[in-house]
T-cell receptor
Framework: GAGVSQTPSNKVTEKGKYVELRCDPI?????LYWYRQSLGQGPEFLIY????????DSGLPNDRFFAVRPEGSVSTLKIQRTERGDSAVYLC??????????????FGPGTRLTVL | DQQVKQNSPSLSVQEGRISILNCDYT??????FLWYKKYPAEGPTFLIS?????DKNEDGRFTVFLNKSAKHLSLHIVPSQPGDSAVYFC?????????FGKGTRLHILP
């Protein structure tokens, strides 16, 4: 079956602009995660959805970042007034959602965001 | 403050030999640990995990060892193969999120 997909694969934008990054999880997975990977670092947790609701958004760096998952499947990460420091690879992962402690998270290929 | 530390940014190992990747953690509340492997332009792929109630878990060529008293875990790959060349992330689960280390780039030499 299809894995986690993310679009676009690359996004170049100018400082101050608004961007949306999309994630299509594995069909049937109720848990969805967003991570951000900066150069030379490991992925950093941003937000976790269980179904339609954000169960944990403690990793969002500030109020310019927002994510939605209105129908419990596709999710969109939205970044307002982008800054150069937002440049990173944004990774999405999904898991069955049955046991978050032991469930395997399956990652998409990521969206590389470059803010000029 | 890095809760999961991989102090070796890179490691080179001869094909056929054993690769040992190390990881230290600071939070004694972590109770589940994972290793992910990442190729360029792809997302991380789950490799192997271990619960804190165990000290070893083996899956084919991959074995993870956990030393809770030292807050240390290691991944052994034997024998190493060319396709093992990748970045390896050590990670720990806390509630619903994964805390990743910075990664170690493994080069398998012919």
């Amino acid at each position: 079956g299809a894995g986690v997909s993310q679009t676009p694969s690359n996004k170049v934008t100018e400082k101050g602009k608004y961007v949306e990054l999309r994630c299509d999880p594995i069909s049937g997975h109720t848990a969805l995660y967003w991570y951000r990977q900066s150069l030379g670092q490991g992925p950093e947790f941003l937000i976790y959805f269980q179904g339609t609701g954000a169960a944990d958004d403690s990793g969002l760096p500030n109020d310019r970042f927002f994510a939605v998952r209105p129908e419990g499947s596709v999710s969109t990460l939205k970044i307002q007034r982008t800054e150069r420091g937002d440049s990173a690879v944004y990774l999405c992962a999904s898991s069955p959602g049955l046991a978050t402690r032991t469930d395997t998270q399956y990652f998409g290929p990521g969206t590389r965001l470059t803010v000029l | 403050d890095q809760q999961v530390k991989q102090n070796s940014p890179s490691l080179s190992v001869q094909e056929g030999r054993i690769s040992i990747l190390n990881c230290d953690y600071t939070n004694s509340m972590f109770d589940y640990f994972l290793w992910y492997k990442k190729y360029p332009a792809e997302g991380p792929t789950f490799l192997i995990s271990i619960s804190s109630i165990k000290d070893k878990n083996e899956d084919g060529r991959f074995t993870v060892f956990l030393n809770k008293s030292a807050k240390h875990l290691s991944l052994h790959i034997v024998p190493s193969q060319p396709g093992d060349s990748a970045v390896y992330f050590c990670a720990a689960k806390r509630d619903d999120k994964i805390i990743f280390g910075k990664g170690t780039r493994l080069h398998i030499l012919p």
